[in-house]
């Protein structure tokens, strides 16, 4: 007897699944000499241990029997309450706890929108580059995706217009856009207000979901507050997932999904099948975070933390990276740099002489549907401790100098050297 042909037995949808180019990173970045820019992982001191303990003991000590027994797919209803109201303090989102659902991570809510909305003939809109665990979600269930390019202010909507006028005349499927507005994963820039309006306007015109997927609006380091695209739609086309990964603590795989209650009771029903519910015991502990008013404290914090290590990062770049072959917009907030590279600089080529420098990055072609992005490069400013930052740097510098020598000025004279594209 031999071992069955597994491949065969998977169904067509399993063999499409890919892996998370960021999830294998993270094993080989689990070397200690390794310093890692890779994953868009918090900081640990950003954990906000103690009053996690305070709050453990008090539950543990007052209502054992309903933080350890199962809950409701929905999610504990004071937990969905407290985040209602915060949509509505802090993102003027309108809605009541009906409109919300407690997921696994937003990770989980971006599978369950796609069981949902997607179909054979279904075509959705993501922007180009994007967030690489949106791109796996969604492709488990085979969508058209059409890429929309970003500059440095967001999602470019006059060529999302474009696109939008011919799709009429092809009666194409549109299902949604997804879009990471405020400091966007991988790219860090944030959609203007004037482009969030529009963006709502043609989606309305349009007749299409907008997904607006914001686990970083909380982390602005400079600049004014932008409106959420959920506060400036009035028809409910606007889906909004929120996380507690990156502003309390990952571990807890506690988010939200928002949006109308049609949406809301259908992903209720899909997730019946996933896992019954999300594990009340962090519900209940995030739940009590917020009522015990500790959380914007706490923000204050890590936006302290993370604008210091952002700080540090630019510096660094700027003091060390080689400028010929190498650009770096700086972002008003979230937990990443994306940097481009002179084009004849492959970063999954060089990724190889990064890691025998002991230093980690994501290679730019994980992050955009067709593969293109091949001299783009995302770092993670958030995780790795001030000094390794500035190791770090100066060790990616100097890969990125002799990558530059080799492929871009041994390949042209002097003066002929292209310049460099992108965001
Ligand atoms: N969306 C985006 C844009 C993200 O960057 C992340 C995490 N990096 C997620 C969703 C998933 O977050 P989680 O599942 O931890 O809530
Ligand atoms: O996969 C993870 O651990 C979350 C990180 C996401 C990212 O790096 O974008």
């Not at 998977?10 to 890779?38: C, D, G, H, W, Y």
């Not at 969508?143 to 217009?161: A, F, Q």
């Not at 593969?371 to 930052?389: E, P, V, Y």
């Amino acid at each position: 007897m031999s071992a069955p042909h597994f491949e065969s037995l998977f169904s067509t949808r399993a063999n499409r699944m890919k892996v998370s180019v960021i999830r294998e990173l993270l094993k080989l970045t689990q070397k200690p000499e390794v310093i890692s820019f890779a994953g868009g992982l918090p900081n640990p001191l950003a954990f906000p241990v103690e009053k996690i303990q305070e709050i453990v003991n008090d539950l543990l000590r007052d209502q054992p029997q309903t933080i350890l027994q199962y809950g409701s797919t929905e999610g504990v209803p004071d937990l969905r309450e407290e985040i209602a109201k915060r949509l509505k303090s802090r993102w003027d989102i309108d809605g009541d706890a009906e409109n919300i659902l407690i997921t696994v991570g937003s990770q989980q809510g971006l599978d369950l929108l796609g069981r949902l909305f997607i179909g054979s003939t279904s075509t959705i809109i993501m922007e180009a580059p994007t967030y690489l665990g949106a791109l796996n979600a969604f492709n488990v269930y085979d969508p058209n995706i059409v890429s929309i390019p970003l500059d440095d202010k967001g999602l470019m909507v006059d060529r999302l217009e474009e696109y939008l006028g011919t799709m009429q005349k092809h009666s194409i499927n549109l299902k949604f856009l997804y879009t990471v507005p405020t400091f966007h994963n991988p790219a860090g820039v944030c959609m203007s207000y004037s482009r969030r309006k529009k963006l709502i306007d043609l989606s309305h015109e349009y007749d299409f979901m907008v997904v607006e997927d914001d686990p970083y609006g909380e982390l602005r380091y400079e600049g004014e507050k932008v409106p959420t695209l959920a506060s400036l739609d009035d028809e409910e086309r606007v889906i909004y997932l929120g996380t507690f990964s990156k502003t309390l603590v990952p571990g807890f795989r506690i988010a939200w999904t928002y949006g109308p209650k049609p949406v809301i009771d259908k992903m209720v029903v899909a997730k019946q099948a996933v896992d019954l519910c999300t594990p009340p015991f962090t519900q209940h502990v995030a739940k009590e975070y917020l009522r015990r008013g500790y959380i914007d404290e706490h923000l204050k914090h890590i936006i302290d933390l993370y604008g210091r290590k952002q700080r540090i990062m630019r510096d660094a770049m700027n003091e060390y990276m080689p400028k010929e072959y190498i650009k770096w917009p700086v972002p008003e907030g979230g937990m990443f740099l994306w940097a481009t590279l002179h084009e004849n600089i492959n970063t999954t080529e060089m990724f190889h002489d990064a890691i025998a420098e002991n230093v980690a990055y994501v290679i730019g072609s994980a992050f955009f549907a067709d593969g293109s992005g091949s001299n783009c490069m995302r770092l993670n400013f958030t995780h790795a401790d001030d000094d390794k930052i500035l190791e770090g740097v100066k060790r990616l510098s100097g890969v990125v100098e002799r990558w530059g020598r080799e492929k871009v000025d041994a390949a042209s004279g002097p003066g002929e050297k292209e310049v460099i594209t992108g965001v």
